[in-house]
């Protein structure tokens, strides 16, 4: 039986990409209310007389990432701005949770270099490049950063992720200009970006390359974490000193002993990444405590 990967759901049909051929397939019965099918699944299905086929099986996943749902997912592009819109840490780094949680490998990309001073640029993304991520600096407008992008998207399948307005369709068609997807404007009264992303969908960059351009967020809650030790292991310059706290399950904040709080106090922290944990830690705990009210 002939396989595929889902590239596209649209109104209860399924796109499928098999070797050369893309063929637009229907879930066999069977699928309904048991089993969701989602963009990026390999399957198994059959070929009806008229062209088309239907899905018979979901062949296993390696993973399922969740926001938004993609199957078989290598890694995550999250993508901020420089400028228009300026993208706070808080921001950046509620980001980063989500991209932790998955526990695939993170790019970080700083788009709309054009407007921005070199030292702008630094004080901005230089922390994170020091945290230990891959950081990339791009500029749909001038083509900065393309070959760079290509060479990270080129293999298996990469999940783009960040804010609206930051230029994520604008990267894409940079790097394809095929793509043709519509882009849009900053909202100059809100400072926000509109959506132009509606559905999820692989888009092919090369012959082995799919990349995933998802929906921009303007919101992102943490219901995913599991209170103050969940948390700690998605910031990953705080979990090597939580080990050494002297009591288990330390929430890092009055605790006696708090070896990530003495890190704070000796600089080996950023004090600024310390105080985004306590505020998403407020929020975890809020969310827990209504959770099981």
Same mark, same amino acid.
């Given at each position: 039986?002939p ?6 759901a ?17 879930a =066999? ?5 048991q089993?969701t099918?989602?963009v990026?699944?390999?399957v ?12 018979e ?6 993973n399922?990432?969740?926001? !938004?749902?993609?199957?078989?997912v290598d890694?995550?592009?999250?993508v901020?701005?420089?400028?228009? !819109? ?13 991209? +932790? ?17 070199a030292?702008?640029?630094? +004080? ?21 950063g393309?070959e760079?992008?290509?060479? &990270?998207?080129?293999?298996?399948? &990469? ?5 609206s ?28 970006? =509109? ?5 999820? +969908? ?9 990349i995933?351009? &998802? ?6 809650d ?9 948390l700690t292991?998605?910031? !990953? ?6 080990a050494s ?9 009055k ?17 600024? =990444?310390?105080?985004?944990?306590l505020?998403?830690? +407020? ?8 959770r099981?009210?």
């Amino acid at each position: 039986m002939p396989e595929g990967r889902v590239v596209r759901a649209v109104g209860g049909f399924y796109d499928l990409k098999s070797a050369e051929i893309e063929i637009r397939a229907r879930a =066999r019965g069977k699928f309904r209310g048991q089993e969701t099918i989602y963009v990026g699944d390999w399957v198994e299905y059959s070929l009806t007389p008229d062209g088309g086929g239907v899905i018979e099986k979901i062949l296993p996943r390696k993973n399922l990432l969740k926001r !938004p749902y993609v199957a078989n997912v290598d890694r995550i592009l999250l993508v901020f701005s420089f400028k228009d !819109p300026v993208c706070p840490r808080l921001l950046i780094d509620k980001f980063l949770l989500l991209a +932790e949680d998955s526990g695939l490998e993170i790019i970080v990309v700083f788009n709309k270099a054009d407007l921005a001073s070199a030292d702008e640029q630094e +004080e901005i993304a230089g922390p994170y490049r020091d945290l230990g991520y891959k950081v990339i600096y791009t500029s749909a407008l001038t083509q900065q950063g393309k070959e760079v992008l290509l060479g &990270t998207v080129a293999r298996n399948v &990469t999940v783009l992720a960040g804010p609206s307005g930051v230029g994520k369709s604008s990267l894409l068609n940079m790097i394809n200009p095929a793509f043709r997807l519509k882009t849009g404007d900053v909202s100059q009264k809100i400072k926000r970006g =509109r959506h132009t992303t509606r559905q999820v +969908e692989l888009l092919p960059i090369t012959e082995e390359g799919f990349i995933v351009d &998802t929906p921009g967020f303007s919101r992102l809650d943490l219901d995913f974490i599991d209170g103050a030790c969940g948390l700690t292991r998605l910031f !990953p310059d705080f979990t090597s000193m939580a080990a050494s706290c002297r009591f288990t399950g330390c929430r890092h904040l009055k605790e006696p002993g708090c070896a990530v709080r003495e890190a704070v106090e000796k600089k080996a922290v950023n004090s600024w =990444r310390y105080e985004h944990y306590l505020i998403f830690l +407020e929020e975890v705990e809020n969310f827990q405590a209504q959770r099981y009210r």
